[in-house]
């Protein structure tokens, strides 16, 4: 796109700061602040770094990038950076986190900045808990635009699904809901496929579930027991009800402070997840695994929703990372051989630090007509991470796993799950992440709403 030359003191004399906006140039204290991604492998030079408080100062921002074709990238946490936000507007969604919760008809109002660790706090005190993921750290939204499959998702579906309406600035700074009934083509391009392209989301209401508790957690086996743990775990989600949201996971643990010092430097197989039902019952379901060999570290148990994030796990401070999303029609014992072998290295240290395989099918498998996400027949799966600190190591990392990918191609679906996914492999994934059809709608909405792609910097949804 071209760019209006614009210098950053007529930006700031006609943008300008206001109660409902921040705006922060190069060389300013807020600007790297604002401009920081979680993802670390990403580095974001934005023209200037613009923060609202409110959907009037996301109005502001998008309107003046719109009179001078300026591109406009959004961040709330930085977790899924597609194309880094070069030459463009970064619009920081870090102040608008506000949520406000509706116990009587079981849903929360939820700004475009705020974490699920805000949601929780604000929904666990009414006995309710929302479709979060791995971690509470991110932005509730922005895991919401590409699907969000988290630890109830074979009950109750991804996050988009109980999704009910959102509050959206489009290019040219109009407000609009979107909703079942309102605009109803873009709330179903928002469900799983609206991430940074479509417009800016301040606002979503979200529907959420009387859960208080939860039987969950991690069952640790040593990592020479990777493959009899891998094709005992793929025989047992056969037997599970939908109730049980599970994975097994192979995990290099860094010999740094921040792990427990049993498992520095260690290298594990998990088998981890939640159940939605009486304790009693998720005791029998794990007797499968305590009575063939006692784990070196039991952490299942009953689990308050609140500790959710206890189950993965994810690192809390920010760390640059190189990974994907890899959807499976089933799990081989050559695709279980390949992945031990390219987590647990017999030569050479290993390039990947989390290889995660999650049971998918029930509500994933039924989903919705309301919903672009995509992939629903897949059974698992496949989430691949490797740190890479530097520009070498994200080659490397990227060349494992397409190799990887080649030698476990039988088992593959051939779709990819965006949320997970990184760079260009997330930003021209849309066919693979949501299906070919899929993708033409997507870009008939996109053509209408964004005509000159002023939101260039999420998912390509050109076809």
């Known amino acids: 796109m071209t760019l209006t030359h614009v210098s950053p003191s007529q930006m700031l004399g006609e943008l300008g700061n206001s109660y409902d906006l921040e705006l922060y140039q190069p060389g300013e204290s807020g600007y790297d602040r604002g401009r920081a991604a979680w993802n670390m492998a990403v580095e ?10 409110s959907t009037r100062g996301v109005v502001e921002a998008v309107r003046w990038a719109h009179r001078h074709r300026v591109s406009i990238a959004i961040q709330s946490t930085g977790h899924g950076p597609t194309r880094a936000a070069h030459d463009a507007l970064l619009i920081n ?19 475009g900045g705020a974490k699920w660790q805000a949601v929780l706090d604000a929904v666990v005190p009414h006995g309710l808990a929302p479709l979060l993921g791995s971690t509470p750290d991110v932005s509730a939204v922005g895991y919401t635009l590409g699907g969000g499959l988290g630890w ?6 991804t996050s ?3 999704a009910l309406s959102f509050k959206v600035v489009t290019a040219t700074g109009e407000i609009v809901r979107a909703s079942a009934d309102k605009n109803p083509d873009l709330f179903w391009a928002l469900r799983g496929a609206g991430a940074g392209h479509l417009g800016v989301v301040t606002e979503m209401v979200a529907q959420l579930y009387p859960i208080t508790e939860l039987y969950a957690g991690n069952l640790f086996y040593p990592a020479e027991m990777a493959t009899e743990v891998m094709q005992r775990w793929r025989d047992w989600i056969e037997t599970v009800p939908e109730d049980l949201t599970s994975a097994v996971t192979m995990l290099n643990f860094p010999p740094t402070d921040d792990v427990p010092e049993e498992l520095r430097g260690a290298s594990m197989v998990l088998v981890r997840g939640a159940y939605d ?26 689990l308050p929703f609140a500790r959710i994030e206890e189950v993965s796990q994810d690192p809390l401070e920010p760390v640059p990372n190189e990974g994907t999303g890899l959807w499976l029609k089933g799990l081989g014992d050559n695709t279980i051989a ?3 072998e ?8 290993p390039l990947l630090v989390h290889t995660e395989i999650r049971h998918a099918g029930g509500a994933l498998a039924r989903g919705s007509g309301l919903s672009a996400f995509g992939n629903r027949n897949a059974s698992m799966l496949l989430e691949l991470v490797g740190v890479s600190p530097t520009p070498e190591d994200v080659l490397a990392i990227r060349s494992l796993i397409v190799g990887l990918a080649d030698r476990i191609a039988a ?31 997507l870009a008939s909405v996109k053509a209408q709403l964004d005509p000159t792609n002023r939101f260039d910097h999420g998912l390509d949804a050109s076809v």
């Open 93 to 111: 969604m870090s102040k608008m986190r506000k949520v406000r919760v509706y116990p009587e008809n079981r849903t929360a109002r939820i700004g």
């Open 338 to 340: 390949e992945l031990v």
């Open 152 to 157: 109830l998702a074979r009950k109750y579906g």
């Open 411 to 441: 088992d593959l679906t051939g779709g990819l799950y965006l949320n997970y996914a990184e760079g260009d492999e997330r930003r021209h994934g849309v066919e693979r992440g949501i299906g070919v059809e899929a993708a033409r709608r």
């Open 44 to 53: 974001h030079r934005p023209i200037a770094v613009a923060v609202p408080r």
């Open 342 to 349: 390219a987590m647990f290295p017999e030569d050479g240290e």
């Open 160 to 162: 988009a699904d109980s």
């Open 277 to 302: 039902g009486p304790a009693e019952e998720g005791e029998r379901l794990l007797s499968h695994w305590r009575k063939w060999r006692e784990p070196l570290i039991d952490q299942f148990g009953p």
